[in-house]
C-alpha cells in the first residue's frame, strides 16, 4: 500500500455495493448464517450485474484499481506474440485467451503477430465478465480493427482445444476457500452478517483428514501434521483454480497452456512467516488484506501455487515445457530488441515515447517490482520441448516435482 489513508467506501442501498451487500446478507441467511469464504468471493467478485468484475468499474490501468503487465506496456504482449509465433509453426493458428481484461493483451498479440507476417491466427476469447467482454471488444475494435474479424467470445470452454491457451492474473482471480490454524484446531473461514448488517468473519470445524489436496501439498514441503506447524497460520485452498487446470488441461488436445501469474513454488508458499496467507485486495492502487469492506469494489486475489499448477498439468498428461520468472520470460523473448527497435522508430532514445517504454521495461523485469514475483508456466500437449521464453533460466527444478 503506497498510503496509510481509508479508502472510503459507497455502499449505500443504492449503489451497486450496496445491493451487493444486501444480496450477500440474503444467500448467508438463506445458507445458516454462514456462508465460506470461496462463495463470498466469488459473490464478491462475479455475482452477475453486482460482482466487482461485471459491474462496470474502471479496474484496470492508470485510472483504475490496478494495472496488469499488458496495461503497463505493449511490449509485454509483443514477447508474449514472439512465444506464440514460436509456438505456431507447430500447432494450428488459434489462440484461446481467458480472462482478457481490456482486450490489451489481445490487441498487443495480434498486432505483434502481424507484424510478423502472421495475418491468419485466429483469437477467441472467453470471459466470465459480461461488462469486460463489452470493453474487450472496444479495445480490439479501435487497435486492431483489421483483425476483428478472426476474432470471436466464446460462451463456455470448447470440447476440444487445438492452438496457444493464455492467462495472465487470471487465476489469481479465483476464488479460494481458507483454512486457518490456531495452534490446537483447523477450522474454516467463513462470512456471516453481524447486528449492523456488517460482514464479519466466522469460523466453521473442519475435519483436516478430508482436506486431501492441502494436506498433499504441505506433505511435499515436509510439513507434516497440524502439531508440527506453525501457529497462527492461515492457508488459502485453491479449488476452483485447480478444477480450472485440470479442466481446460485435459480439453487441450495439442497445443500449449501459457499461464503468467504472481506466485511461488510449493516451498515458498508455505513458509512459516507467511502467516496471514496470500489474500490481497485492490482498490484505487493501495493494497490491503480486508476483504470484508468496500464489497463490489476491490479486486481480491491470491498468490498462485505454481507447483499445485504444474502437478494438474502433469496429471492431465500434459508436458512441462518451461517454468522461468517474467523477467527472463521477457528477456528471452527479446523485450530488449524490442525496445531498442522502438527507439529507432521514435528517432532518439530522448523521446518521450521511447522514455516510457524503457520505464515501463524496468517495472516489468525488475527484482523489485514484478520481474521476480511473477512468473510464467507453459504446459503442453505434443509439442516439442524446446521453448523460447525458457532458453535462460528455467526453474523448473525450483518447482519441487518429483
Ligand atoms: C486480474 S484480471 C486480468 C485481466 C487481463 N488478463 C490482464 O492481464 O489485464 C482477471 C480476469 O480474469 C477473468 N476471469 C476470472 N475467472 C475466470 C474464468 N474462470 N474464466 C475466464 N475468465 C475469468 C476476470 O473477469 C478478469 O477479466
Not at 494450428?92 to 498479440?109: R, T
Not at 487497435?143 to 489469481?172: F, K, S, T, Y
Not at 520441448?385 to 535462460?392: K, V
Request: charged share 15%.
Amino acid at each position: 500500500m503506497s498510503s496509510s489513508e481509508p479508502i472510503a467506501s459507497d455502499s449505500s442501498p443504492s449503489n451497486s455495493s450496496g445491493l451487493l451487500l444486501e444480496h450477500l446478507g440474503q444467500v448467508i441467511e438463506q445458507a445458516g448464517g454462514w456462508i465460506s469464504f470461496e462463495h463470498f468471493m466469488h459473490l464478491a467478485l462475479y455475482e452477475p450485474g453486482l460482482g466487482y468484475y461485471v459491474a462496470g468499474a474502471r479496474k484496470f490501468g492508470a485510472g483504475g484499481d490496478f494495472v496488469t503487465a499488458p496495461e503497463i506496456s505493449p511490449l509485454f504482449g509483443g514477447c508474449v506474440a514472439k512465444q506464440c509465433a514460436q509456438w505456431l509453426e507447430d500447432v494450428p493458428a488459434q489462440i484461446l485467451e481467458f480472462g482478457a481484461g481490456s482486450g490489451a493483451l489481445a490487441a498487443q498479440v495480434l498486432n505483434a503477430l502481424q507484424r510478423m507476417g502472421r495475418d491468419d491466427v485466429r483469437y477467441s476469447i472467453l470471459e466470465v465478465s459480461p461488462d469486460l467482454r463489452a470493453r474487450q471488444e472496444q479495445t480490439l475494435r479501435t487497435l486492431v480493427p483489421q483483425a476483428l474479424d478472426r476474432v470471436v467470445w466464446l460462451e463456455a470452454l470448447p470440447a476440444e482445444i487445438h492452438g496457444i491457451i493464455l492467462a495472465n492474473e487470471v487465476l489469481d482471480a479465483m476464488p479460494v476457500r481458507l483454512l486457518h490454524f490456531d495452534g490446537a484446531h483447523v477450522v474454516e473461514r467463513g462470512v456471516s452478517m453481524g447486528a449492523n448488517a456488517d460482514l464479519q468473519w466466522a469460523h466453521r470445524p473442519v475435519d483436516f483428514s478430508q482436506i486431501e489436496q492441502l494436506r498433499h501439498m504441505l506433505s511435499r514441503v515436509g510439513w507434516g501434521e497440524p502439531n508440527q506447524w506453525p501457529a497462527p497460520y492461515t492457508f488459502e485452498l485453491p479449488d476452483m483454480m485447480s478444477a480450472w487446470v485440470n479442466t481446460v488441461a485435459s480439453h487441450l488436445r495439442q497445443g500449449v497452456m501459457l499461464l503468467i501469474d504472481y506466485g511461488f513454488p510449493a516451498a515458498e508458499l508455505y513458509h512459516p512467516q507467511r502467516q496471514g496467507g496470500t489474500l490481497m485486495c485492490h482498490a484505487r492502487h493501495r493494497a490491503h488484506p480486508d476483504p470484508l469492506i468496500l464489497v463490489g469494489q476491490q479486486d481480491i486475489t491470491t498468490h498462485v501455487n505454481f507447483t499445485a499448477v504444474a502437478e494438474l498439468g502433469l496429471a492431465a498428461g500434459l508436458d512441462l515445457l518451461g517454468y522461468a520468472t517474467q523477467a527472463n520470460f521477457l528477456l528471452n523473448t527479446g523485450l530488449i530488441e524490442q525496445l531498442s527497435t522502438m527507439a529507432e522508430q521514435a528517432g532518439a532514445v530522448q523521446s518521450l515515447p521511447y522514455m516510457r517504454q524503457a520505464q515501463a521495461v524496468q517495472t516489468l523485469v525488475t527484482e523489485t517490482e514484478m520481474g521476480e514475483l511473477f512468473k510464467v508456466i507453459a504446459l503442453g500437449r505434443g509439442m516439442p520441448d524446446i521453448a523460447m521464453g525458457f532458453l535462460q533460466g528455467d526453474r523448473r527444478h525450483h518447482l519441487g516435482l518429483d
